[in-house]
């Protein structure tokens, strides 16, 4: 089932497209990121096929992306208007909160304070490309929660090689910051996609929903 809704938040409307299970026994509240809004296809990979393995995912776009802008604001007033989002949801489960790229970024620095059972990091941008002197490791931990990054073998935000020892991670082979692959690789689009999907309901049931 799914359902759509328009909350306010200090920085105009946002919108939660909800994909719920019949039975659920986690959530995952996932943000976008810079460039592709919700309908990223990894985002939309997770939303298709999580609920039916009893878990909700709530899509959520920042009031930025509904307004039709093409380039988001600081990271504060992402934060605030994410916070005054999550403070809307309706569900009874363990709460994941997380998001791709930037999306990931704000679920990061937010999920502590917000009650979160973990947070999921899709496409982490670890460093800005070509700059890996200036990390962000510290945002990636300051969620002191369970972590899954998920992360493309190319991604030129950040290889999963260059993220600290111990870091919870899933790789997609060949996969690029949108986790697209190339025609060459050994995996399909939509192995990888099936790939990620499996990656994080393991974690899912494994960290979050017992």
Not at 27 to 53: C, V
Not at 136 to 158: C, I, M, N, S, Y
């Amino acid at each position: 089932m799914t359902d759509e809704r328009i909350v306010a938040t200090p920085h105009g409307e946002a919108r939660i497209l909800a994909h719920r299970a019949r039975r659920p026994v986690a959530t995952l509240a996932l943000g976008h990121g810079a460039g592709a809004g919700i309908e990223s296809g990894d985002l939309t990979a997770l939303a298709a096929r999580l609920p039916k393995q009893d878990v909700n995912v709530f899509l959520i776009e920042q009031p930025w992306r509904r307004a039709g802008k093409k380039l988001a604001p600081a990271p504060k007033i992402l934060d605030e208007a994410w916070i005054a989002i999550i403070g809307q949801l309706r569900i009874r489960t363990p709460l994941v909160l997380g998001g791709r790229s930037a999306g990931a970024r704000v679920a990061c620095r937010t999920a502590a304070g917000l009650g979160a059972s973990g947070v999921l990091a899709l496409s982490f941008p670890l460093h800005p490309p070509g700059k890996p002197d200036k990390s962000r490791v510290d945002e990636l931990r300051a969620a002191r929660l369970p972590t899954l990054v998920v992360q493309g073998e190319r991604d030129p935000f950040g290889t999963p090689e260059e993220f600290p020892p111990l870091t919870e991670m899933a790789v997609v082979p060949d996969g690029d910051h949108s986790f697209k692959v190339p025609k060459r690789a050994e995996l399909t689009q939509d192995e990888s996609y099936d790939l990620l999907v499996e990656a994080v309901f393991e974690w899912v049931t494994r960290e979050v929903s017992g």
